[in-house]
């Protein structure tokens, strides 16, 4: 959408209310695309607009009157929600990032943001899994599956399957090119995660190869049965990748909590622990593992590993999925 007004009106030419222009801006300065960042910042920034319209907050309606000093207040009634217990460090860090983000979209420049906001919390995110992460019990796999097809919700299925055999993210799992996959699971025994991933690693340039499995056999089988006819991956010709998260993903969420499954990311977590047993004979940290304390070496080989076939670029990340280094 474009400016209602001039870019020097209330909130910067994007409407009279903060909670319509925030994420009128994002929109514009994501071009109408990523949605699914456009969608996060917005409801960062919604929770931002009911602080400022609070008894806590300013009573401000427009973003030309919010200045570092408001920033700086809202972290401060963060950093009081964060000590009282009722939101994570990562939580409030997300959302100061986010408004810095739709202040700089709303501008149009940088000049009112806070630098860090973890500096500006004094708080640290551990980004450490301590509970062992739902879906690792094949047996509870195999009944999410089958109530997802008992609901005729075949292609969550085959995520649930993809994400728990190969580690995929959902929008990998979404995108996954399955013939390719196909033929690579037949010809080479291993198979490259390339669509969809984040970050732009993709391409020859940041390889994601996979050993093949009777499991990866079977989930890549499936997927590619139940892939809509005149697609490659899950999404059929007349959707985008919007419009499947807004349907089937959405109400097969009710399902997996139905079945004490939290999200599809648990399986990804899963995935990471059955692989650190695999490699280091030993449980994951967060199943009560100890080879980090007997074997430090093999303990960091068996993240390195984990991290690249997940995806990350950094080894520390993996602690989000099978636990720390204690």
């Known amino acids: 959408m474009a400016l209602v007004g001039r870019r020097d009106g209330r909130n910067f030419g994007y409407g009279r209310q903060l909670s319509y222009a925030g994420p009128q801006a994002l929109a514009d300065m994501f071009a109408g695309g990523h ?7 917005s409801d960062r920034w919604l929770a931002f607009v009911k602080w400022c319209r609070s008894e806590q907050g300013p009573a401000i309606n427009d973003a030309r ?45 940088k000049y009112v943001r806070l630098p860090s906001p973890s500096k500006t919390l004094g708080m640290q995110r551990t980004g450490v899994r301590h509970m062992a ?14 109530t997802l097809c008992s609901h005729h919700q075949l292609r969550a ?4 399957l993809l994400a728990r055999a190969i580690g995929m993210r959902l929008r990998e799992a979404i995108l996954a090119d399955l013939p ?10 291993k198979i490259n995660i390339q669509d969809g991933t984040k970050g732009g690693r993709s ?47 959405h109400s097969a969420r009710d399902i997996l909590h139905s079945q004490n499954l939290k999200g599809f990311h648990e399986l990804r977590a899963a995935y990471a622990c059955e692989r650190y047993e695999q490699i280091t004979q030993h449980r994951a940290p967060n199943n009560g593992g100890k080879c980090c304390q007997l074997n430090q070496r093999l303990d960091y080989e068996a993240r390195r590993q984990i991290s690249y076939e997940l995806g990350h670029a ?13």
């Open 35 to 41: 949605y699914g960042t456009v969608k996060a910042h």
């Open 65 to 109: 009157r919010i200045d570092r000093e408001v920033l700086v207040d809202y972290a401060a009634y963060l950093r009081d929600l964060v000590k009282r217990g009722d939101l994570a460090v990562s939580t409030v860090q997300n959302r100061l990032s986010s408004v810095n983000r739709t202040m700089a979209a709303l501008r149009g420049d």
């Open 133 to 146: 992460p739902q879906g690792q019990d094949r047996e509870q796999v195999k009944q999410i599956v089958d």
């Open 157 to 160: 299925a085959a995520i649930v």
């Open 180 to 189: 390719r996959l196909t033929r690579e699971a037949e010809d080479l025994g």
């Open 203 to 249: 391409g020859a340039s940041a390889p994601r190869w996979i050993t093949v499995d009777e499991r990866i056999r079977d989930a890549l089988e499936f997927a590619e049965q139940v892939s809509p006819t005149g697609s490659h991956n899950l999404i059929a010709p007349n959707e985008n990748y919007l419009s499947v998260l807004q349907g089937f993903v």
């Open 314 to 326: 950094r080894i520390d990340v993996v602690a989000a999925y099978i636990g720390g280094q204690v």
